[in-house]
């Protein structure tokens, strides 16, 4: 082949001249990761509709075993289905919500927005994993562990469905780690941020791929909400 | 600077990655996102409650209503993705990468759902109504419908 024929490839989209895709090594690596993790999460949701189908009748209805607010001071009000995990989606929603902005933020090269948007992402992460934390709290306190149910949750049938515990928590907390490696990644952000890393290094894609990550992170939030609590 | 990292980035001579145009633009795109998924959010939580609490109104089907909620989440995926993590600002062949390994998850659902159906069936014609020995060797406390 002539040079120029060489040439006239390269910058053909998919010559090896230029990037076809416009995105980077590790932008598309974070893609991967999350594809994979995608996979993850699906099996174990997918597991828990069939265990849930096998055992339709026993199954406890969510406004029952979601029902109250479980933190401290609260312990009056019993009847509130559904109202604190929805109070969890939304703060990981709006978390989400700031994360994007401080990836609009970083690809302005505006050091001080990204700080801005990143404190209150962190904020509500910890947040998040808190309200998660007093609801374990509280539904273990009521008998419900990986392999016991307490008979208050039985279902349409008078049994318990024990299979329920071990998904919820495995589920939502695989969840919440994930919840926290974010948490941890955007304090590592906001570091690196604060030290003028990402000006020294003329762009902020770091801030994009953890953003990304974080997104999934909500992402999967609505399944699990789906699956455990609404449906 | 920062061009020897990485060829594809930045994109522009000063830096940017995005015009102040196409900033402003997102910018306005994360806020009304925002409020859709917030207001599909509501919607979902009010639907569960209605026939958790079986408050249905006659003529209305549970199977009806999972489905909306089943959809609804889709779609609140569907935003989270193309605003939230930018898939929609992405070339069409790195739409497709990310997409196209979803389309695995249609039969794994189907046939996994049609398994779980099957064996409720299963215990039922074994058992009755009465729960599997397992249940009752695990938890000899529980009533059952002997």
Known sequence: ????????????????????????????????????????????????????????????????????????????????????????????????????????????????????????????????????????????????????????????????????????????????????????????????????????????????????????????WVYVFLAFYLM | MGHHHNETYPKNDNHLTMTVEEYKHHKTDVWKTTLFLSAVTIIEVLVAIYYEKNLIPAGWSVGLLRIFLIVASLVKAVYIMAVFMHVKHEKRAFILCITIPFTLFIWMIISFLYEGNDWNGRNKTRFGEAPHPSVIKQHGGIESHH
């Open chain 1, 1 to 220: 082949m002539s040079a120029e024929t060489i040439e006239n490839l390269k910058e053909s989209n998919w010559g090896g001249g230029v990037p076809p895709m416009k995105a980077s090594y590790g932008k598309t690596m974070m893609w991967f990761f999350l594809i994979s993790d995608t996979f993850t999460f699906v099996a174990f949701l997918v597991s828990y509709a069939t265990v849930r189908m096998i055992n339709a009748e026993s199954w406890p209805k969510a406004s029952n075993v979601f029902s109250s607010i479980p933190l401290p001071g609260f312990e009056k009000f019993h009847n509130l289905p559904l109202v604190f995990v929805s109070f969890m989606t939304f703060v990981l929603i709006i978390s989400s919500v700031t994360m994007v902005r401080a990836v609009q933020e970083g690809s302005m090269m505006n050091r001080k927005g990204v700080i801005r948007y990143l404190l209150p992402t962190i904020g509500f992460g910890i947040v998040f994993l808190l309200c998660q934390y007093f609801e374990w709290t509280h539904l273990i306190h009521q008998g419900m562990t990986l392999t016991t149910m307490p008979s208050i949750f039985a279902g349409a049938n008078g049994l318990v469905a024990y299979e329920f515990g071990s998904f919820f928590f495995l589920i939502t907390g695989f969840h919440g780690l994930h919840v926290l490696g974010g948490v941890i990644l955007n304090i590592f952000l906001l570091l690196k941020t604060t030290m003028g890393h990402f000006d020294k290094l003329g762009h902020y894609e770091m801030v994009e791929k953890i953003g990304l990550y974080w997104h999934f992170v909500d992402l999967v």
